[in-house]
């Protein structure tokens, strides 16, 4: 964990808002925290402490720690940024606290509060809010609890040495916090917990023995009647075996008596049973004796109703044919006023039905013709049927080329419509056209004309410029001829002077009667006068450039003027006469000229197109019109047609059924008259037939009578006996009969002959037999009772041996599992257990960085030494410390060390701490270190020494911030945090500590 | 002109808790015996003139008279304060010292003040700069100037623009450097420089303090370059660079085992008037010498081997396998000043990196077999094996759900 910014408000000593970078003393690594006492050194450490875990080292009361020298109602507040498993986080906490009023006098309570924060390089992101959430959080975050954070990474002031004075088991706690050794807890309390349920399971399995030892004690008991307290199991199947052969000889001899009563009994009862035969069928004799007289009265009704029952189908017979008959005939009338109905309603009767009498049943040739006669008129009638189909149709197709007419005519009315109207707008189109044509003829001259009066106007307006121009120019070149000129005169002037000079010079030198040089004359009459102000040659020719230059400027000029000038006659003669104002109007003339022509121009090709188009729509509509017309005359056609047959088929129509009806009408009618026909024609012959039968009937039956018994039909229907009455006389009559037979029969028989007069004894054999049954009944359930014991005792046998073998086997794996289980958990001759082992080896390599270190701090001398093995047993052991010193070479309690050699065992054995829980996984990185005092215990030596071993952990990027007010430390370490107290609160500078 | 070198006396230094008092007195009264007998014109004493900023009564007083002595003779002393001292305290009378002969600076602003010396030998003057320990967070304020050297870093602006960023010793160095050849420049004389650091190139050993905490801070020679005579202090063993141009005297004692096979000595340097140096070493051969003898407890304590060290500091470093009883006191008996006991074996493992036994790579397994090893002291029969390694892989997995 790394610390980067601390910010405090209104908290501790500190009242105002207070700052703290680490980064800043990140570089040094090594860095003082100073101020005077009770400036708020250690609360600085406090504040990282609370930030983190919401408490204060010491206890201090949470509503005391904001500032009481806070300004108005400022809110106490940590906010503690730092880094951690390479992401950064802010947690800022608030206490609960007090707060002056708003209003009034007096003071309100503010609730406390906290919330943790992840931030990025894209920003901040909640992570946790509120007390009991950010707590969770930073404990999973930082891995460590506020104690062991304590402990590990804020070395509070006065509890330095704690790591190496605790007692063992406060090691044990904070080791098991830092290195993960619950693995090996669990294996030992799992290894429990097997030796524990093995134990149980042994348990059970000698209760099984025993249960079988018993059962064998029940049965022996049950079966001997005999007591045994602890048998032997092979005694007692002996035992029982004998016991069993026993019941089996019994059971035997039993068995035997049994068979002979049962013999006896059955002698007996055979005599028995003849004897009562003989006696029962006496008595039945007696009885149908006596019932013999009305059994023949029976006899007689019978035969009578025979004979009855044999005429009863000749006689009954004639009355069933009159009924049919007149069945029949009720239906001849049914259909005769049907029929009567039907020739009354119906449009056309043809003339044989007509003409038959219906009021009785005529005769039936007469309705067979009437019926032919109906059926070809049914036929005539379907025919007509078709013409009338016909002639709708034809009708509708007139109806159709009717619509079709109109609708053509309308059309071409439409279409001569529109070609006029196409027509005068073409005419227009036409016009217009020509007139679009004659602009864009014009189009170029008007353009030239405009360029032309734009050319002029433009030539006005330089014309002004141009002559203002010359006339400048005209000056300057007056000026310039006569600078010249001034200048020439003035050249010359100096010339002439200087050659008078050097006439002069000459002159002087002229002796008369010398050759002049110049001029070569021996004379000199005029000499040349030496001037005062003679110039020089260079003058001269000064003069002479000046105006040459003047001269050239005049060339300059002159041309420029004649370049003007030119210029002035051209735009004249462009010009004309106009002026400005006049030329711009005629630009401005010629151009609207222009832009007129132009539009019509432009115009001129869509105009030609509507004339195009105007032209085509006119010929379409020519032709529609042409051919709706045709259309129309061909409609016209077809109506008169269609009409001139339509009415020819329905006046043959009318012709055959008239015309105040309908051929389905005349079809149906007439189809129900021939049903009717038809029927009567079947009644009749029907009838025919059933009258002869009747007659026939009539004949039989008289006949019938005649050879009978009986007299007259009365009789005889009276002799008549249902069915099933005359069975039963029948049967009974020969049932009587029967039994008389039988009876008679058995009397008879030869084993009814030699009988004793008395009735046998049958009771006493019988209960003579049951009680040797009884007797025999409980002997075999006295052996099968022994039988069974004997075959469960050799079952018990055997599951006994297979117990005592598997019971044997368990208790020895049991033995192996507890002697393993204890080893674990350390219970065996004062050895420790496997957690605590593990525990003693992390704390082993804690010694062993912390020795390198010691080693060096302490010159060679002390090195620290775990106990491995529990000196005096109990839960203190195998964690404990002792210090070796390399000058007695003996094993001395941390307790003996002075107070400067404790703070350097305690300081590398934070240290070694520190490297073991990074080496180990670094699943806790401790990266900041704060040591709170303690260095003042030291000598000078020793503290350089400190500080040597202090400033080697920089190297792997540690930071370690330092309170004391030792002045060593102050000469020493420039960097740091220096805290100043003053009436108003404290506050804190980071930066370069002064030496003192 | 002749000059005495000498520096690094830390007085008030213990060893291993045993104070070196009368010791440094001795070896300061050698150096006024030589300081008398050899004409000096000039004494440098170069820096850690005590051990600590509050140096104790006694050291304070036997500088005091010490310093007196040697200028009895007529040469001029001059000091400066090292990392040791308090620059402030030690150099406090200074501006008052002008012109006694007598300086001890500690101020840095004042390293480019010279302090003129005249030889005996009639020669030219020769002019002294000493520059006390260049303590970072004070020596950039005092060494701030319209002098500029360039100590862009990074595209930082120049030295006088800094405002509280560290300079290393290098670039403190080198601007007090330039301060120094500035004044020098209007003088043109020859020039000696005092100063105390560590050169680059040089060698340090274990009782050297960091000049800086945590940073080794060395001064390349081009720093001093243009001075005639370059006197260091800081570095406890004598050494010299560039022909003797820039030279450490050591200290007068030794201060640490590691120095135990140093030669401690002041140095003489003669300059000519040219300004080139030849430099003379006297050995000073006082206090206890220091002997490290190796050996089992017992020949240490019977051998005649190791009677030579019997007066000295001794350091024992003992063969022994196991660690005796009471080895100090016995070694004591016969080595009245035996400081230091360690076993070879025990610096073997310090020298050696660290295996922790609870190897993270270890499977937990392995870790129980161990523990039976341990506890047992015999390999678990293959019974017992076949248990651990079920408990042992049941409870893992239990664990990882």
Same mark, same amino acid.
């Not at chain 1, 059926?375 to 109806?399: G, Q, T, Y």
């Given at each position: 964990?790394?610390?980067?910014?601390?910010?405090?408000?209104? $908290?501790?000593?500190?009242?105002?808002?207070?700052?703290?970078?680490?980064?800043?003393?990140?570089?040094?690594?090594?860095?003082?925290?100073?101020?005077?006492?009770?400036?708020?050194?250690?609360?600085?450490?406090?504040?990282?402490?609370?930030?983190?875990?919401?408490?204060?080292?010491?206890?201090?009361?949470?509503?005391?720690?904001?500032?009481?020298? @806070?300004?108005?109602?400022?809110?106490?507040?940590? +906010?503690?940024?730092?880094?951690?498993?390479?992401?950064?986080?802010?947690?800022?906490?608030?206490?609960?606290?007090?707060?002056?009023?708003?209003?009034?006098?007096?003071?309100? +309570?503010?609730?406390?509060?906290?919330?943790?924060?992840?931030?990025?390089?894209?920003?901040? #992101?909640?992570?946790?809010?509120?007390?009991?959430?950010?707590?969770?959080?930073?404990?999973?975050?930082?891995?460590?609890?506020?104690?062991?954070?304590?402990?590990?990474?804020?070395?509070?002031?006065?509890?330095?040495?704690?790591?190496?004075?605790?007692?063992?088991?406060?090691?044990?706690?904070?080791?098991?916090?830092? $290195?993960?050794?619950?693995?090996?807890?669990?294996?030992?309390?799992?290894?429990?917990?097997?030796?524990?349920?093995?134990?149980?399971?042994?348990?059970?399995?000698?209760?099984?023995?025993?249960?079988?030892?018993?059962?064998?004690?029940?049965?022996?008991?049950?079966?001997?009647?005999?007591?045994?307290?602890?048998?032997?199991?092979?005694?007692?199947?002996?035992?029982?075996?004998?016991?069993?052969?026993?019941?089996?000889?019994?059971?035997?001899?039993?068995?035997?008596?049994?068979?002979?009563?049962?013999?006896?009994?059955?002698?007996?009862?055979?005599?028995?049973?003849?004897?009562?035969?003989?006696?029962?069928?006496?008595?039945?004799?007696?009885?149908?004796?006596?019932?013999?007289?009305?059994?023949?009265?029976?006899?007689?009704?019978?035969?009578?109703?025979?004979?009855?029952?044999?005429?009863?189908?000749?006689?009954?017979?004639?009355?069933?044919?009159?009924?049919?008959?007149?069945?029949?005939?009720?239906?001849?009338?049914?259909?005769?006023?049907?029929?009567?109905?039907?020739?009354?309603?119906?449009?056309?009767?043809?003339?044989?039905?007509?003409?038959?009498?219906?009021?009785?049943?005529?005769? =039936?040739?007469?309705?067979?013709?009437?019926?032919? =006669?109906?059926?070809?008129?049914?036929?005539?009638?379907?025919?007509?049927?078709?013409?009338?189909?016909?002639?709708? +149709?034809?009708?509708?197709?007139?109806?159709?080329?009717?619509?079709?007419?109109?609708?053509?005519?309308?059309?071409?009315?439409?279409?001569?419509?529109?070609?006029?109207?196409?027509?005068?707008?073409?005419?227009?189109?036409?016009?217009?056209?020509?007139?679009?044509?004659?602009?864009?003829?014009?189009?170029?001259?008007?353009?030239?004309?405009?360029?032309?009066?734009?050319?002029?106007?433009?030539?006005?307006?330089?014309?002004?410029?141009?002559?203002? #121009?010359?006339?400048?120019?005209?000056?300057?070149?007056?000026?310039?001829?006569?600078?010249?000129?001034?200048?020439?005169?003035?050249?010359?002037?100096?010339?002439?002077?200087?050659?008078?000079?050097?006439?002069?010079?000459?002159?002087?030198?002229?002796?008369?009667?010398?050759?002049?040089?110049?001029?070569?004359?021996?004379?000199?009459?005029?000499?040349?006068?030496?001037?005062?102000?003679?110039?020089?040659?260079?003058?001269?020719?000064?003069?002479?450039?000046?105006?040459?230059?003047?001269?050239?400027?005049?060339?300059?000029?002159?041309?420029?003027?004649?370049?003007?000038?030119? +210029?002035?006659?051209?735009?004249?003669?462009?010009?004309?006469?106009?002026?400005?104002?006049?030329?711009?109007?005629?630009?401005?003339?010629?151009?609207?000229?222009?832009?007129?022509?132009?539009?019509?121009?432009?115009?001129?090709?869509?105009?030609?197109?509507?004339?195009?188009?105007?032209?085509?729509?006119?010929?379409?509509?020519?032709?529609?019109?042409?051919?709706?017309?045709?259309?129309?005359?061909?409609?016209?056609?077809?109506?008169?047609?269609?009409?001139?047959?339509?009415?020819?088929?329905?006046?043959?129509?009318?012709?055959?059924?008239?015309?105040?009806?309908?051929?389905?009408?005349?079809?149906?009618?007439?189809?129900?008259?021939?049903?009717?026909?038809?029927?009567?024609?079947?009644?009749?012959?029907?009838?025919?037939?059933?009258?002869?039968?009747?007659?026939?009937?009539?004949?039989?039956?008289?006949?019938?009578?005649?050879?009978?018994?009986?007299?007259?039909?009365?009789?005889?229907?009276?002799?008549?006996?249902?069915?099933?009455?005359?069975?039963?006389?029948?049967?009974?009559?020969?049932?009587?009969?029967?039994?008389?037979?039988?009876?008679?029969?058995?009397?008879?028989?030869?084993?009814?002959?030699?009988?004793?007069?008395?009735?046998?004894?049958?009771?006493?054999?019988?209960?003579?037999?049951?009680?040797?049954?009884?007797?025999?009944?409980?002997?075999?359930?006295?052996?099968?009772?022994?039988?069974?014991?004997?075959?469960?005792?050799?079952?018990?046998?055997?599951?006994? =041996?297979?117990?005592?073998? @598997?019971?044997?086997?368990?208790?020895? @794996?049991?033995?192996?599992?507890?002697?393993?289980?204890?080893?674990?958990?350390?219970?065996?001759?004062?050895?420790?257990?496997?957690?605590?082992?593990?525990?003693?080896?992390?704390?082993?390599?804690?010694?062993?960085?912390?020795?390198?270190?010691?080693?060096?701090?302490?010159?060679?001398?002390?090195?620290?030494?775990?106990?491995?093995?529990?000196? #005096?047993?109990?839960?203190?052991?195998?964690?404990?410390?002792?210090?070796?010193?390399?000058?007695?070479? !003996?094993?001395?309690?941390?307790?003996?060390?002075?107070?400067?050699?404790?703070? =350097?065992?305690?300081?590398?054995?934070?240290?070694?701490?520190?490297?073991?829980?990074?080496?180990?996984?670094?699943?806790?990185?401790?990266?900041?270190?704060? !040591?709170?005092?303690?260095?003042?215990?030291?000598?000078?030596?020793?503290?350089?020494?400190? !500080?040597?071993?202090?400033?080697?952990?920089?190297?792997?990027?540690?930071?370690?911030?330092?309170?004391?007010?030792?002045?060593?430390?102050?000469?020493?370490?420039?960097?740091?945090?220096?805290?100043?107290?003053?009436?108003?609160?404290?506050?804190?500078?980071?930066?370069?500590?002064?030496?003192? | 002109?002749?000059?005495?070198?000498?520096?690094?006396?830390?007085?008030?230094?213990?060893?291993?808790?045993?104070?070196?008092?009368?010791?440094?007195?001795?070896?300061?009264?050698?150096? /006024?015996?030589?300081?008398?007998?050899?004409?000096?014109?000039?004494?440098?004493?170069?820096?850690?003139?005590?051990?600590?900023?509050?140096?104790?009564?006694?050291?304070?007083?036997?500088?005091?008279?010490?310093?007196?002595?040697?200028?009895?003779?007529?040469?001029?002393?001059?000091?400066?304060?090292?990392?040791?001292?308090?620059?402030?305290?030690?150099?406090?009378?200074?501006?008052?010292?002008?012109?006694?002969?007598?300086?001890?600076?500690?101020?840095?602003?004042?390293?480019?003040?010279?302090?003129?010396?005249?030889?005996?030998?009639?020669?030219?003057?020769?002019?002294?700069?000493?520059?006390?320990?260049?303590?970072?967070?004070?020596?950039?304020?005092?060494?701030?100037?319209?002098?500029?050297?360039?100590?862009?870093?990074?595209?930082?602006?120049?030295?006088?623009?800094?405002?509280?960023?560290?300079?290393?010793?290098?670039?403190?160095?080198?601007?007090?450097?330039?301060?120094?050849?500035?004044?020098?420049?209007?003088?043109?004389?020859?020039?000696?420089?005092?100063?105390?650091?560590?050169?680059?190139?040089?060698?340090?050993?274990?009782?050297?303090?960091?000049?800086?905490?945590?940073?080794?801070?060395?001064?390349?020679?081009?720093?001093?370059?243009?001075?005639?005579?370059?006197?260091?202090?800081?570095?406890?063993?004598?050494?010299?660079?560039?022909?003797?141009?820039?030279?450490?005297?050591?200290?007068?004692?030794?201060?640490?085992?590691?120095?135990?096979?140093?030669?401690?000595?002041?140095?003489?340097?003669?300059?000519?008037?040219?300004?080139?140096?030849?430099?003379?070493?006297?050995?000073?051969?006082?206090? %206890?010498?220091?002997?490290?003898?190796?050996?089992?407890?017992?020949?240490?304590?019977?051998?005649?081997?190791?009677?030579?060290?019997?007066?000295?500091?001794?350091?024992? /470093?003992?063969?022994?396998?196991?660690?005796?009883?009471?080895?100090?006191?016995?070694?004591?008996?016969?080595?009245?000043?035996?400081?230091?006991?360690? &076993?070879?074996?025990?610096?073997?493992?310090?020298?050696?990196?660290?295996?922790?036994?609870?190897?993270?790579?270890?499977?937990?397994?392995?870790? /129980?077999?161990?523990?039976? &090893?341990?506890?047992?002291?015999?390999?678990?029969?293959? %019974?017992?094996?076949?248990?651990?390694?079920?408990?042992?892989?049941?409870?893992?997995?239990?664990?990882?759900?």
């Amino acid at each position: 964990m790394k610390p980067h910014v601390l910010k405090i408000e209104a $908290f501790g000593p500190y009242a105002g808002n207070e700052e703290i970078n680490f980064d800043q003393l990140a570089d040094d690594g090594l860095f003082l925290i100073c101020g005077e006492t009770g400036a708020g050194k250690t609360f600085l450490l406090d504040a990282i402490a609370f930030a983190l875990y919401g408490k204060v080292p010491g206890g201090r009361d949470e509503k005391s720690l904001r500032s009481d020298h @806070a300004v108005g109602r400022a809110v106490p507040q940590v +906010s503690f940024e730092f880094s951690l498993h390479e992401h950064r986080y802010r947690i800022e906490r608030t206490p609960t606290h007090v707060l002056p009023k708003l209003k009034g006098t007096g003071t309100t +309570s503010g609730a406390s509060g906290a919330s943790l924060t992840r931030l990025t390089d894209a920003g901040e #992101s909640h992570v946790a809010a509120g007390i009991t959430e950010v707590n969770k959080a930073i404990e999973g975050l930082i891995g460590l609890t506020e104690k062991q954070f304590l402990q590990v990474i804020l070395l509070p002031q006065g509890s330095f040495a704690h790591v190496l004075r605790a007692n063992s088991k406060d090691r044990e706690a904070l080791l098991g916090s830092l $290195f993960d050794t619950v693995l090996y807890e669990r294996i030992s309390t799992w290894l429990q917990d097997r030796s524990r349920s093995t134990e149980a399971e042994i348990g059970e399995a000698r209760r099984a023995v025993e249960n079988h030892l018993d059962e064998v004690a029940r049965l022996w008991a049950q079966v001997s009647n005999e007591p045994t307290e602890t048998p032997d199991i092979n005694v007692v199947i002996d035992g029982v075996a004998e016991i069993a052969s026993q019941a089996t000889a019994a059971v035997d001899a039993t068995k035997a008596i049994v068979n002979d009563l049962q013999e006896t009994k059955d002698a007996i009862f055979a005599i028995a049973e003849r004897w009562q035969r003989h006696a029962d069928a006496t008595r039945q004799l007696a009885d149908l004796e006596s019932q013999a007289a009305s059994v023949e009265t029976q006899r007689e009704v019978a035969d009578r109703a025979k004979h009855a029952a044999q005429i009863a189908a000749a006689i009954a017979a004639p009355r069933e044919h009159e009924d049919a008959l007149t069945d029949h005939n009720s239906l001849i009338d049914a259909q005769l006023l049907v029929a009567r109905d039907a020739v009354a309603t119906a449009s056309i009767v043809p003339s044989d039905l007509a003409g038959l009498d219906l009021s009785g049943l005529p005769a =039936q040739a007469d309705l067979v013709a009437a019926n032919t =006669q109906l059926a070809i008129f049914l036929e005539r009638l379907e025919s007509l049927a078709e013409d009338a189909a016909k002639a709708d +149709s034809a009708e509708a197709r007139v109806r159709e080329q009717q619509e079709i007419e109109s609708n053509e005519r309308a059309a071409a009315t439409e279409s001569a419509q529109r070609s006029e109207d196409a027509g005068v707008e073409r005419v227009e189109a036409t016009r217009d056209l020509a007139i679009a044509r004659s602009a864009q003829d014009r189009l170029n001259g008007l353009e030239a004309d405009l360029t032309v009066a734009t050319e002029r106007y433009k030539a006005v307006a330089q014309l002004e410029s141009t002559l203002i #121009s010359h006339a400048d120019a005209q000056r300057t070149s007056t000026e310039a001829k006569q600078a010249a000129l001034e200048s020439k005169e003035k050249w010359l002037q100096l010339q002439e002077k200087y050659l008078d000079g050097i006439a002069a010079a000459l002159a002087s030198d002229l002796v008369s009667d010398a050759a002049c040089p110049v001029c070569g004359s021996t004379e000199h009459p005029s000499l040349a006068v030496q001037r005062a102000d003679a110039p020089t040659k260079q003058d001269v020719e000064v003069s002479q450039s000046a105006y040459e230059r003047l001269e050239s400027k005049v060339q300059d000029a002159v041309s420029a003027l004649g370049y003007l000038d030119t +210029s002035v006659a051209a735009l004249r003669a462009q010009a004309g006469a106009s002026d400005l104002e006049t030329a711009h109007a005629a630009v401005a003339k010629a151009q609207e000229a222009f832009d007129t022509a132009s539009a019509l121009a432009a115009q001129a090709e869509s105009l030609a197109e509507r004339v195009f188009d105007l032209d085509t729509e006119i010929a379409t509509c020519e032709d529609v019109r042409e051919s709706s017309q045709a259309n129309a005359r061909i409609a016209a056609q077809n109506i008169k047609h269609s009409t001139a047959e339509a009415i020819a088929l329905r006046a043959s129509i009318a012709e055959h059924i008239g015309t105040d009806t309908s051929i389905e009408l005349v079809e149906a009618s007439a189809r129900v008259l021939v049903e009717i026909t038809s029927s009567l024609v079947g009644f009749a012959t029907t009838k025919a037939v059933l009258e002869s039968a009747r007659d026939a009937t009539i004949k039989a039956r008289d006949n019938a009578l005649e050879m009978s018994i009986f007299a007259d039909i009365a009789e005889a229907v009276a002799a008549r006996v249902e069915v099933d009455a005359l069975q039963e006389l029948q049967r009974a009559i020969e049932h009587h009969d029967g039994e008389v037979m039988k009876v008679t029969g058995v009397l008879q028989a030869a084993d009814l002959s030699d009988l004793p007069p008395d009735q046998p004894n049958t009771a006493g054999a019988t209960s003579d037999v049951e009680v040797a049954n009884e007797l025999l009944e409980s002997a075999i359930k006295h052996q099968q009772t022994v039988l069974d014991s004997r075959n469960r005792l050799i079952e018990i046998s055997e599951e006994l =041996q297979k117990s005592e073998g @598997a019971l044997s086997e368990m208790i020895e @794996a049991a033995t192996l599992l507890k002697g393993v289980a204890d080893r674990c958990a350390g219970k065996l001759e004062g050895k420790i257990s496997l957690q605590r082992w593990a525990l003693a080896a992390y704390l082993t390599d804690i010694c062993g960085y912390a020795n390198r270190r010691l080693y060096t701090m302490s010159d060679g001398r002390y090195s620290l030494q775990v106990d491995r093995n529990a000196a #005096s047993g109990g839960a203190g052991s195998g964690l404990a410390l002792h210090v070796l010193d390399g000058y007695t070479g !003996i094993l001395r309690d941390v307790s003996t060390l002075s107070g400067g050699e404790t703070f =350097q065992a305690s300081l590398a054995l934070a240290l070694g701490v520190a490297d073991a829980v990074q080496a180990h996984n670094g699943g806790v990185r401790l990266d900041a270190l704060f !040591i709170d005092e303690g260095f003042g215990t030291l000598d000078a030596e020793s503290l350089q020494r400190a !500080i040597d071993e202090l400033d080697n952990l920089r190297d792997g990027g540690r930071m370690i911030g330092i309170i004391s007010h030792v002045s060593e430390l102050r000469e020493r370490i420039r960097a740091g945090i220096e805290i100043s107290k003053s009436d108003t609160g404290s506050t804190i500078r980071v930066g370069e500590i002064a030496a003192t | 002109m002749r000059i005495l070198h000498t520096s690094d006396w830390h007085l008030g230094r213990t060893f291993n808790g045993a104070s070196l008092h009368d010791e440094q007195a001795a070896a300061l009264d050698r150096i /006024v015996e030589i300081n008398s007998a050899s004409q000096i014109d000039l004494v440098i004493i170069a820096g850690d003139l005590y051990d600590r900023g509050y140096p104790p009564t006694e050291a304070v007083q036997l500088f005091d008279s010490t310093v007196a002595r040697l200028r009895s003779t007529g040469a001029t002393v001059v000091a400066i304060s090292g990392n040791h001292d308090s620059g402030a305290r030690v150099g406090v009378y200074d501006k008052m010292l002008a012109g006694t002969g007598v300086s001890i600076r500690g101020d840095i602003s004042r390293s480019n003040e010279a302090i003129l010396v005249e030889p005996r030998d009639q020669t030219a003057p020769v002019a002294i700069y000493p520059i006390p320990f260049l303590e970072p967070s004070a020596a950039l304020n005092a060494l701030r100037s319209d002098v500029d050297v360039d100590c862009a870093q990074d595209g930082e602006p120049s030295c006088n623009a800094v405002v509280r960023r560290r300079l290393s010793q290098d670039q403190l160095a080198k601007l007090a450097a330039e301060r120094i050849r500035a004044d020098l420049a209007t003088r043109g004389l020859r020039s000696v420089v005092i100063a105390h650091t560590f050169m680059d190139g040089g060698s340090a050993c274990e009782s050297e303090r960091e000049l800086t905490v945590g940073n080794v801070e060395k001064v390349g020679t081009d720093a001093f370059a243009g001075f005639d005579y370059v006197a260091l202090g800081h570095l406890h063993g004598r050494q010299v660079f560039e022909g003797g141009r820039i030279a450490y005297s050591g200290t007068p004692l030794p201060y640490s085992f590691s120095e135990e096979s140093h030669v401690k000595s002041v140095s003489i340097a003669e300059m000519s008037s040219d300004g080139s140096v030849k430099t003379d070493l006297i050995d000073l051969n006082v206090g %206890r010498k220091l002997h490290t003898i190796v050996g089992t407890l017992d020949d240490l304590l019977r051998s005649s081997e190791f009677a030579y060290a019997e007066q000295g500091r001794v350091r024992a /470093v003992l063969l022994d396998k196991h660690m005796p009883l009471q080895a100090m006191t016995q070694l004591q008996k016969r080595f009245p000043h035996a400081v230091s006991l360690q &076993r070879e074996k025990d610096k073997a493992v310090q020298e050696r990196e660290f295996v922790p036994t609870a190897d993270p790579s270890r499977s937990p397994q392995e870790f /129980v077999f161990d523990f039976w &090893r341990d506890q047992v002291g015999l390999e678990p029969d293959s %019974r017992e094996s076949a248990l651990l390694v079920e408990a042992v892989a049941e409870n893992q997995r239990l664990t990882a759900q």
